[in-house]
């Protein structure tokens, strides 16, 4: 059965605890990455930010999900994680509260990703940090993205998309 909800029926949290629906993102390309500030995959902040600043003007977004679930690799709190985010990789884009991807407590937007584009072999569960799932404008999930795959191997996709 395909699951008839879009982007536009989830809500995220902001670092300052307060829910914001993902609604607005609707008729917007969106690529939601589950990130940590002391991974092997952080330099990819910076190849996020170039996608964001390159296309964030035709319509695309890019949204983080700062995660403590792989190797405690974010273990800061949210004001910490944007200090670093910004000194070390100048990032703009929105960075949400942290957030569960995977087990009990995973966050109800992470779980209908993870529902709609399963990983290898059909799995749903996140494997580490920096896996990217990409949103069409209609809210949809397009693809999902291994935390190995690089941002600017992505934008053949975001721009078939836009």
């Known amino acids: 059965m395909v699951d008839p909800r879009t982007i536009a029926d989830f809500t995220a949290t ?3 605890g307060e829910a914001i629906s993902l ?5 917007k390309v969106v690529l939601a990455v589950n990130t940590a500030s002391k991974c092997g995959f952080t330099p990819q902040y910076a190849g996020l930010e170039e996608l964001w600043r390159k296309y964030g003007e035709r319509g695309f977004e890019v949204i ?3 995660c403590n ?3 405690g690799q974010e273990p800061g709190s949210a004001e ?3 200090d670093f985010c910004d000194a070390n990789f100048g990032v703009s884009f929105p960075l949400m509260g942290k957030i569960d991807v995977n087990g009990e407590h995973a966050d109800p937007f992470y779980e209908w990703l993870k529902a709609q584009a399963p990983g290898i ?3 749903k569960a996140i494997k ?3 896996t990217k799932f990409l949103i069409g404008r209609d809210g949809k999930v397009v693809r999902r993205y291994a935390p190995t795959d ?3 191997s992505l934008e053949k996709d975001i721009e078939a998309l836009l």
Do not use: M, T, V
């Open 14 to 16: 902001l670092p300052n």
């Open 128 to 130: 580490w940090n920096f």
């Open 64 to 66: 983080a999900f700062p």
């Open 150 to 152: 690089k941002p600017e």
């Open 23 to 27: 609604a607005d993102r609707l008729g």
């Open 121 to 123: 072999l059909g799995s």
């Open 80 to 82: 910490e994680i944007a």
């Open 69 to 71: 679930q792989f190797g």
